[in-house]
């Protein structure tokens, strides 16, 4: 178990260089390849198979932005095809708790949207899904080991991008009041003072949403461990260490809660959700947000002209920004009731005419050899330049995770509740984490 661990985070880091190379190419990214180039990527051709079929794609609420389930795509692909796409929208909290019960009593959706380092914890990958190694789009991968575990291609995309976690900043906010990127968390403290005192919200926190409680720790526990015990996480997954074993853990998840006790975020905390962001970024109720890049580019789509950036946790002295594994993948499961369609629809999706403008309106780094790299947005560049370019990011927590989260992000919001303080949170999470490892099997536990 520890060994395939290594390979998937491994294989996750990879891509990280490769995105670095791509994204400094700006938009050429094999502009000159042909189109037809690994099996008809601009093929334009469709077939009669799977006409009037219906196919499932499950997807968590919190991704209703993602590209593959904008209505006009799923419309063009059913009036070329005659295959109709329907959403299964799934609560963002229990969306690994409803999928695998879907998985294990063959409710299997033909499409599932996920992210490939959770799936292969939450999800069972390897027993659960389908291996696209074989399919035409695999050949003309720039970078296949975004889309790989174990070996093998499970997942699409056309983007080889990794989402960057962080503070999301209003950079205006910051030029009128005179602030610089604090460096570690007493200037941060000191930035989010000078900010509530000019009226702004320093930092917006949705914590009815839980899991965006999990952004902080997600890449500050990674960085610590960075720096100070590189195998630490291994250790954890092999019972020779548990959570409340290290000190650092519990300082990381009391500075978070000290942001929100010394009055820097919204009163709501519990009652705000994400889905509130990009308006109180876009009104400038809020300066910051401990959140990913994608953020940044769901508030540019509503106003270009905003300038948003990102800065690493500020948790300690020079934290590197943290990278979550590629989100957003699409699988297919092994029992998928309509497989043929389900493979229908990637293939649709990847040919270029149909990804090349998926690519041009997200500003993705292209992961097909025939589809172009837009140039890059401000915010993109500067993460290119500030943090990938010179190997100072760090795979967050996820990477590493080998069991669903869902509980461990209930417990945070229970800290933000009042229900338990950061030491208490770790060892709650250690019995749980404890039962979902022996309950995989995990050898150690």
């Known amino acids: 178990m520890k060994q395939k661990t290594r390979k998937i985070a491994a294989g996750l880091l990879g891509g990280l260089v490769a995105v670095s190379l791509a994204a400094c190419g700006g938009g050429n990214a094999s502009p000159g390849a042909s189109t037809a180039a690994g099996g008809g990527g601009g093929d334009t051709g469709s077939s009669s198979g799977g006409s009037g079929t219906t196919i499932e794609l499950a997807i968590s609420k919190s991704s209703q932005d993602s590209a593959f389930v904008q209505q006009d795509l799923l419309d063009a692909f059913e ?24 998985l294990a ?22 027993r659960n899904f389908e291996i696209l190694d074989d399919e035409p789009w695999v050949s003309r991968l720039e970078n296949k080991e975004v889309l790989s575990a174990y070996g093998h291609v499970y997942s699409f995309h056309v983007s080889q991008d990794t989402g960057m976690q962080g503070v999301v900043y209003n950079k205006d906010i910051f030029d009128e009041l005179g602030l610089s990127i604090p460096n570690n968390f007493e200037e941060f403290l000191a930035v989010c003072e000078k900010i509530k005192a000019a009226g702004i919200t320093p930092v917006f926190m949705p914590y009815k949403d839980n899991w965006a409680a999990n952004v902080w720790p997600a890449a500050a526990f990674a960085d610590y461990a960075d720096k100070n015990e590189p195998d ?51 009104n400038k109720e809020v300066a910051m947000m401990f959140m990913g890049d994608w953020l940044i580019q769901n508030v ?24 979550s594994p590629l989100g957003g993948q699409l699988f297919i499961p092994k029992k998928a009731k309509h497989m043929a369609e ?20 997200q500003k993705y780094v292209s992961i ?23 190997k100072k990011t760090v795979l967050t927590v996820d990477a590493h995770m080998l069991v669903d989260r869902s509980e461990l992000y209930r417990l945070l919001q229970d800290e933000f509740a009042g229900g338990l303080d950061a030491q208490g949170v770790l060892t709650a999470w250690d019995e749980k984490f404890a039962q979902l490892m022996k309950d995989k099997e995990v050898e150690g536990f």
């Open 342 to 361: 389900a493979k229908k629809f990637l293939d649709y999706v990847a040919r270029k005419d149909v990804a090349q403008p998926i690519v041009d309106k």
């Open 300 to 323: 540019a789509e509503n106003d270009p002209n905003m300038r948003l950036g990102l800065f690493p946790i500020p948790y300690t002295q020079d934290a590197k920004l943290g990278a």
């Open 368 to 390: 097909f050899s025939d589809v172009t790299t837009p140039e890059l947005p401000e915010y993109k560049q500067e993460i290119v330049d500030n943090y990938i370019t010179p």
């Open 105 to 126: 009593v063959d409710e299997t959706p033909d499409i599932i949207q996920y992210n490939l380092a959770s799936a292969t914890t939450d999800l069972n990958l390897e």
């Open 232 to 282: 630490l996480f291994e250790k954890i997954n092999s019972n020779q260490k548990k959570w409340s074993d290290v000190p650092a853990f519990a300082d990381i998840l009391q500075q978070q809660y000290e942001v929100y006790e010394k009055g820097y975020t919204n009163g709501d905390l519990l009652s705000d959700s994400y889905d509130m962001a990009v308006g109180k970024f876009l």
């Open 79 to 102: 009036k070329e095809t005659g295959i109709k796409v329907n959403l299964q929208l799934l609560p963002a909290e229990q969306t690994a708790t409803v999928l695998q019960t879907k």
